[in-house]
């Protein structure tokens, strides 16, 4: 059964360093997302993203992140110079149609 | 703006024993209600999409239903790999999905 998969696992780095998460969305699908997952927090939406551009991002989505389907197969997210709360799970998600979301593993992300 | 109130934040049940969860939303023109599962340290995994008031879906144990202001997710009989935490998400447009804090179900054998 096709999965979105993500890379790395777990990030490490330090304050103010630029980080690149990457995902392979499921191959047919149209449409990707990018959430965060802070540690006992609810999952909130970061981005998403269609034919080849974003088409809706929310207010966490500031000008420190960026995102990027560098070719067929990759949707990667950006983070400029990372700040302490920037430290959560980020997960990819891709859907077909824009409905029913298919997510990753996630990627723990950890800012000291 | 939108908001989904997911009640209660955590549910102990013994194997067998059959229960339902609860999703409070607001959202002006629903797109779609969906229903995740999500294991400790793992994406959230997809489990139903809810449309219309009055429609419902099925899948194992489990039968989701909606009305214009909330969505039962039912748990029947429940076997102790059911624990998990349940999420509730509500889409308004394409590609903004709002989601609860969540219900954690912890099924006792």
């Known amino acids: 059964e096709p999965e979105v998969t993500q890379t790395p696992s777990h990030q490490v780095t330090q304050m103010g360093q630029e980080v690149i998460l990457r995902c392979v969305p499921i191959?047919?699908?149209?449409?990707f997302y990018w959430y965060r997952q802070i540690l006992g927090q609810k999952v909130e939406f970061l981005v998403s993203f269609y034919n080849n551009e974003i088409s809706e991002k929310s207010e966490i989505f500031d000008d420190q992140f960026s995102v990027e389907r560098p070719d067929g197969s990759n949707f990667t997210l950006k983070i400029r110079s990372t700040k302490l709360e920037d430290s959560a799970m980020y997960f990819c998600?891709?859907?077909?149609?824009?409905?029913?979301?298919?997510f990753g593993p996630g990627t723990r992300l950890t800012v000291t | 703006e939108d908001q989904v109130t997911q009640s209660p934040e955590a549910l102990r049940l013994q194997e067998g024993e059959s229960s339902s969860l609860n999703c409070s939303y607001t959202?002006?023109?629903?797109?779609?209600l969906f229903w995740y599962r999500q294991d400790p340290g793992k994406g959230p995994e997809f489990l139903f999409t809810?449309?219309?008031a009055g429609e419902e879906k099925e899948k194992e144990r489990l039968k989701a239903t909606l009305t214009k202001k909330e969505s039962f997710l039912h748990i029947t009989a429940p076997k102790p790999e059911d624990s998990a935490t349940y999420l509730c998400?509500?889409?308004?447009?394409?590609?903004?999905?709002?989601f609860g804090d969540g219900t954690t179900l912890t099924v006792k054998p």
């Open positions: 998400a509500v889409q308004a447009r394409a590609g903004k999905s709002t």
């Open positions: 959202v002006s023109g629903l797109r779609g």
């Open positions: 809810l449309y219309s």
């Open positions: 998600a891709s859907s077909v149609q824009g409905n029913e979301q298919y």
């Open positions: 191959s047919n699908h149209l449409y």
